[in-house]
């Protein structure tokens, strides 16, 4: 046997309780072979073998990001960023800029826009007409779940009126004409389709960027949340042609406006894996966001939303949940409001008693409020919590934004329920939702550690007992997105027989101050055994 990578001198946090540290890691194969001292592994290596010096290395298992919209996200992330507008106009500037760059038929597009911008005003094309001065235009906000159309893309797009969507989008109209809001993504999924389109080619460059980027902080997995059967043939042209530097778990999404008919040929695609990618997750939303008025809750929000799922016909959901269970999948739900998680965790139970137990859990994701019977019921019947903690950034724990607003404080004080649901028995995988907030787990650690943005020591925490221990912040990245999706044998730890990722830092991140943890150095990112980002 022959390592064709070892890794000597380094500290090495395996997670595995039955070897909990060592010095050195050989991989050959992409499999680890060897986990302890240096002189273990020197009897692995040969001439061939890629030896990598340790010193100054903390290891931990490679971090996986367990929820996230890679493809989105690199289409969306090549526009304006303009999450750091705090006012229309600060809004306008930015796109008057951007508009004198427009090539002739180019549109313009941004993305990351808040729902504080608007202060209350209506969300409309008005307010960004003159900035964009004629040109197609199409701003998503940074949750994903609306954007904002100007009057040339509105007409590109053929949108005169109202429409009627199979679930419960909406084209936002004032006396029967379009605004230019856009609620869910079947409306503004009909902007995007008349818009230019790229290539393959363009689409995989931009998304292997990505990757690289991601590598950089750490991260060598990733639970993509946008799939389809078009997203497998991308993982399959990169992986053929060297550039897939991650792991990738790809749900495909079933909506209402899935044909029945369509579900076994999904099923027949979910078998399909590389080396790196696989299919064979069903992702399914039951509702939307807080902000806009479209989670699904048990009582209307202050605005008077809330009481309307995603699905016009809950059983239709639960019908296809059925489907999928039955077929092998494990299966996806995005659910923020406190009954549509309830919602959620019915469908799962009563899929288990029509098709008999299953050998794998199923998810809910986001999870923003729920109420203490069914946190309880996450362990008590094996399913997992998928749960974003850096999104708590755009909450003020007294109480003044639009999401504490909406929810009021009884639900808020109920909200993003980490420590709880850890603590409770359940699985609690963490990831960053990107591109609605960045993917850097450092990041994304830290929140779940502080509930407040990291180096800001006194400001207030909004629901500080919620808060992850820093190994349980660790684990959110590493041994519990393992667990999500039925890979805890195979990743998550170091340890001979598991995959060989692994990304090293400066210092432990449990050791870090939490406060520093954004700037902790990144080292090294393994994948499969293969180094995919090394610090200059």
Same mark, same amino acid.
């Given at each position: ?58 290891? *931990? ?58 202060? #209350? ?105 946008? #799939? ?73 929000? !202050? ?79 094996? *399913? ?13 724990? !007294? ?27 359940? #699985? ?38 919620? !808060? ?28 001979? #027989? ?7 830092? !400066? ?18 990112? *393994? *994948? ?9």
């Amino acid at each position: 046997m022959s390592a064709d990578l070892a890794i000597l001198g380094a500290r090495v946090r395996t997670l595995d309780p039955d070897r909990p540290a060592a010095t050195a890691i050989a991989i050959e194969a992409g499999m680890i072979v060897v986990v302890g001292g240096d002189a273990a592994v020197r009897e692995h290596c040969t001439a061939a073998t890629e030896l990598i010096d340790g010193a100054g290395l903390a290891i *931990v298992p490679g971090l996986v990001d367990a929820h996230q919209h890679p493809i989105v996200g690199a289409e969306t992330a090549s526009g304006i960023d303009l999450s750091a507008a705090n006012t229309v106009a600060e809004v306008c500037t930015e796109l008057r800029a951007a508009r004198g760059r427009l090539a002739k038929g180019e549109w313009l597009r941004a993305h990351s826009l808040a729902y504080e911008t608007f202060a #209350g005003e209506e969300v409309c094309a008005d307010a960004i007409e003159q900035a964009v001065d004629g040109a197609p235009a199409l701003l998503t906000f940074f949750d994903g779940h609306t954007a904002l159309a100007s009057r040339a893309a509105l007409a590109a797009a053929g949108i005169d009126g109202p429409r009627s969507f199979d679930d419960h989008s909406e084209v936002v109209c004032r006396d029967g004409a379009p605004t230019g809001e856009l609620r869910e993504v079947s409306a503004w999924a009909l902007v995007e389709a008349a818009a230019p389109t790229r290539s393959d080619a363009q689409r995989r460059a931009l998304f292997a960027q990505v990757l690289a980027d991601q590598n950089a902080v750490g991260i060598t997995g990733i639970h993509a949340m946008d #799939g389809s059967p078009r997203t497998l043939e991308d993982y399959a042209a990169l992986e053929a042609e060297g550039r897939l530097t991650a792991r990738i778990i790809v749900p495909y999404g079933v909506d209402p406006s899935t044909p029945v008919r369509e579900y076994p040929l999904l099923v027949a695609e979910g078998a399909r894996r590389g080396r790196l990618w696989r299919a064979g997750v069903a992702k399914f939303f039951i509702d939307g966001v807080v902000e806009s008025g479209t989670a699904w809750l048990f009582g209307e929000d !202050a605005n008077g939303g809330g009481l309307t799922p995603f699905w016009p016909d809950p059983e239709a959901y639960r019908e296809a949940v059925r489907i999928f269970d039955a077929a092998g999948f494990q299966c996806v739900t995005h659910a923020i409001g406190d009954r549509a998680v309830h919602e959620a965790l019915n469908a799962y139970r009563d899929a288990a008693v029509v098709n008999g137990p299953r050998g794998r859990r199923h998810r809910v994701e986001h999870i923003e409020t729920v109420a203490d019977d069914d946190l309880r019921r996450f362990a008590a019947e094996g *399913v997992v919590a998928s749960q974003q903690a850096i999104h708590t950034q755009w909450i003020d724990a !007294a109480g003044g934004d639009p999401w504490s607003k909406a929810l009021g404080a009884e639900r808020a004080g109920r909200g993003f329920r980490l420590a709880e649901l850890r603590r409770s028995g359940a #699985g609690l995988a963490l990831g960053s939702d990107w591109p609605v907030a960045g993917y850097d787990p450092r990041v994304g650690m830290a929140w779940a550690r502080l509930r407040r943005p990291a180096g800001m020591r006194g400001v207030e925490r909004f629901n500080a007992s919620q !808060a992850l221990t820093a190994l349980e912040a660790l684990e959110g990245y590493t041994t519990q997105a393992a667990m999500a999706v039925g890979e805890q044998r195979l990743s998550g730890v170091i340890r001979e #027989g598991c995959r060989g990722d692994l990304t090293g830092f !400066a210092e432990y991140p449990v050791e870090c101050d939490a406060d520093s943890l954004p700037d902790l150095p990144v080292l090294l990112t *393994v *994948v499969a055994g293969r180094p995919v980002y090394r610090a200059a």
